[in-house]
Structures are given as structure tokens and as C-alpha cells.
């Protein structure tokens, strides 16, 4: 078998309503779609978590792997990826991410070939119902949609969610530089969906050392579950550690650091960005050595989140529930996407490879969004305009 064709194509699936984060307003994602196809007809489907490594794939990847051998991923990612020792040192590392995204409809190819889901290549499902923590935030209205702007509103959208899915598992952004907000919210929280329900915090890294001090020293009480990146640096995170039992997690992979720093506790990441599937499952295998948590990240389409349910079915140590904005997800490009969480959980895809086939209906209109719109941004702060935020909020 061999690649005759690698296939990038960019687009658009905004949320319902943007949300607040330390950058400005999350307004939605800009990926780039890869589909990998071969001599014997067999298609496998990536997806990179932003739009500029489809970029990169088309300029670089695709040309080196025409002709490979997909079964061969080592000589495939020989052809594609620099060593990255150089290259952590020369900043040129966006060909490592590229590639893990190929390298994904890689996978979906083997799967294909072999006959099975993603999961048996893996080494066969411990769990096959998989958690998934509902997301909430400030959020502006939006033609109907959003609109929880206050704690009161953020506490009703939660009860709603529990309500209309069963749902116990919160994770949230509470992000508008406020710490007394912040605080207020936390307990309000609480009190509303009692003793029981999980409560996760993502702050990225909005705080100081000194305030985040103060913010976790307020909310300990509460009982929450996790809190995401409350500070800027790994450092920080240990000397917050001095004063708080809440356990902390990260995007940045660097389980050295957090080894011998003794803080982060968890490692929330997107496939792609640690190099692939193959990298991925020796990172977890890593953090399983050095006792790292990790579970997965949030805001991906169809064809990455059937990759996590894939590794967190296949996965032992993985024990926490993953992000997800599915319920803010107005469109996918997968069909019968986006996926939907019902008691918490997703149950993970049976067909061969990922599980998932692409909606040719909904790839035309979220390319033709693209097209017209460019790339959705979100690092936009709509009381500075032309001007980014700058760390931290307080």
C-alpha cells in the first residue's frame, strides 16, 4: 500500500456564544482537516488543532510522504519530522504537530486495513463509556445562546446541564481578572450542585502568585477537584503548592520540570501537539512511571475526540474526566457530530479506525465559512481592540 495523496482542508466551527478567557473572547476553532489516501482506496482522517499546521502540511509533509508506506509510521514520520532536539532549540517544531496530525489518519488507515476499531490496535478497552466534564464560563449573549455573565446565570446553566444530561462533572473558566468573582462563583457553585458533583477550575494562568494564594486559599473549602494552570510557570505552581492542596494541572508538556518541581499534578493535551499517537501513548506511559495524571483536551472536532476515546479507552491510568465543549459546539464535520455527553460519559466509536466518516455536507459549509471569514481568532480583547492582553490579570 502507498499515499498518492494527502488532502488539507481548512475550516471554520464557531461555538454558540464566545466565552472569556485570559486572552479575550473564545469565539471558536480554526482546524485543518487531513484526509491520507492510498493506492488500494483506503482513506485515514487527521486533524490538526490549529488551521496554519495544515499549512505546514501541504508545503511540507505531503510532498515527503507520497509514496511511503502508511503502515510504516516510523519511516513516514523519518521523511516528515527533524530531530527534536534541534529543533526545540531553533523554534521550528510546528513540522512535529503537523505531523501528528498525519500521523492520526495513519492510524485510521491501520484500523481500516486490520478490520478493527482504534481501541483493539491499542490492546483492547478497559472502559468503553467514557467521562467527559461539562464546560462553563462567562459568556456574552449570542443570537439566544450564552448570556451567563453573572455567577447566578453561570450556577442556572450548570443545574440545566445536570438536568437535561445527567451531568456531574464541571469544569469552567471563571476568567474576568477578578478574584472576588472568581470566589463568589466558586461557592455559589457548590451550594448549588452539592456535595457530590466534581468542580474543575481552569484559570489560564490569569493570576499572580500572590492572588492565587489568596484565590485557592478561599475556595479549598469547596472541594475542587482540579485546578488548570492558576499561574504562569511551574515554579510558581510549586510555591503555590506550599499553601494549597488543590491538585494543578497544565497544557505544556514538560514532565521533567513537573517531576522535579514536584507540581503540575496533570497533563491535559491535544495529540497532535505532543508529536502523535505513537508520542502520546510514551508521554502517558512516562507519567504512569513518574505518577503525572493526564487526561485530554477540549474545543477539537470529531476526528480528534474519537482519538481520545480511542487512548482512554485503551488506557488504565487514565482516570479523570476529559474537557469538552460539546454542548457549545454548533457543528462538526464528522457525521452525526459533535459528539454529546449523556451521565458524563461518550461511548467510544466501534467501526474500524477512529470510527468516524467525514459529512461532506457539513465540510462544505464549514470550508466555505472559512473561505469568506479567514481564521477564527481568539485573542481578541473586545475593550482594547489592536492591543493583546498581557499577563497576569491581576
Not at 472569556?20 to 480554526?30: E, K, M, V
Not at 482516570?319 to 460539546?326: G, K, R
Request: net charge negative; with cysteine.
Amino acid at each position: 500500500m502507498k499515499i498518492t495523496n494527502i488532502r488539507v482542508t481548512h475550516v471554520n466551527v464557531p461555538l454558540d456564544a464566545p466565552f472569556w478567557w485570559t486572552a479575550g473572547l473564545y469565539g471558536g476553532a480554526s482546524k485543518s482537516i487531513v484526509e491520507v489516501e492510498t493506492d488500494e482506496g483506503v482513506v485515514g482522517l487527521g486533524e490538526a488543532p490549529w488551521w496554519h499546521f495544515g499549512e505546514v502540511i501541504k508545503a511540507e509533509i505531503a510532498p515527503a510522504l507520497i509514496g511511503a508506506d502508511p503502515l510504516d509510521i516510523a519511516d513516514c514520520e523519518a521523511r516528515c519530522v527533524p530531530p527534536w532536539q534541534i529543533t526545540a532549540n531553533t523554534g521550528e517544531n510546528a513540522a512535529s504537530v503537523a505531523f501528528g496530525a498525519v500521523e492520526l489518519a495513519l492510524w485510521d488507515i491501520r484500523g481500516k486495513v486490520f478490520g478493527m476499531p482504534l481501541y483493539k490496535l491499542l490492546g483492547g478497552a478497559v472502559r468503553k463509556d467514557i467521562p467527559f466534564s461539562e464546560y462553563f464560563a462567562f459568556r456574552p449573549a449570542q443570537d439566544g445562546s450564552g448570556g451567563e455573565m453573572t455567577p447566578e446565570a453561570i450556577v442556572d446553566y450548570c443545574l440545566k446541564m445536570r438536568e437535561q444530561h445527567g451531568s456531574t462533572i464541571f469544569e469552567g473558566k471563571l476568567i474576568m481578572g477578578d478574584p472576588e468573582l472568581e470566589i463568589r462563583t466558586v461557592r455559589m457553585l457548590r451550594e448549588a450542585l452539592g456535595e457530590k458533583a466534581q468542580i474543575k477550575l481552569d484559570s489560564n494562568m490569569q493570576w499572580s502568585l500572590t492572588t492565587a494564594r489568596w484565590v485557592l486559599r478561599e475556595i479549598e473549602p469547596f472541594n475542587i477537584r482540579n485546578y488548570e494552570d492558576p499561574v504562569a510557570t511551574f515554579e510558581e505552581m510549586a510555591a503555590l503548592r506550599q499553601h494549597s492542596r488543590i491538585p494543578f494541572s497544565t497544557h505544556i508538556p514538560d514532565l521533567r520540570r513537573a517531576v522535579a518541581l514536584g507540581a503540575p499534578d496533570y497533563f491535559v493535551c491535544n495529540f497532535a501537539a505532543l508529536g502523535g499517537l505513537s508520542k502520546t501513548l510514551k508521554f502517558i506511559a512516562a507519567c504512569e512511571a513518574m505518577g503525572k495524571g493526564f487526561w485530554c483536551y477540549s474545543n477539537d472536532l470529531g476526528i480528534m475526540t474519537s482519538a481520545y476515546l480511542h487512548v482512554v479507552a485503551a488506557t488504565p491510568w487514565i482516570t479523570e474526566a476529559s474537557q469538552s465543549l460539546f454542548a457549545w459546539q454548533i457543528g462538526d464535520v464528522v457525521k452525526d457530530g459533535p459528539f454529546r455527553q449523556k451521565g458524563n460519559t461518550v461511548r467510544v466509536p466501534e467501526g474500524d479506525g477512529l470510527g468516524v466518516e467525514l459529512d461532506p455536507a457539513a465540510m462544505k459549509r464549514w470550508s466555505a465559512h472559512f473561505a469568506e471569514h479567514g481564521p477564527m481568532g481568539h485573542f481578541s480583547d473586545p475593550n482594547n481592540p489592536g492591543r493583546y492582553r498581557r499577563l497576569p490579570l491581576n
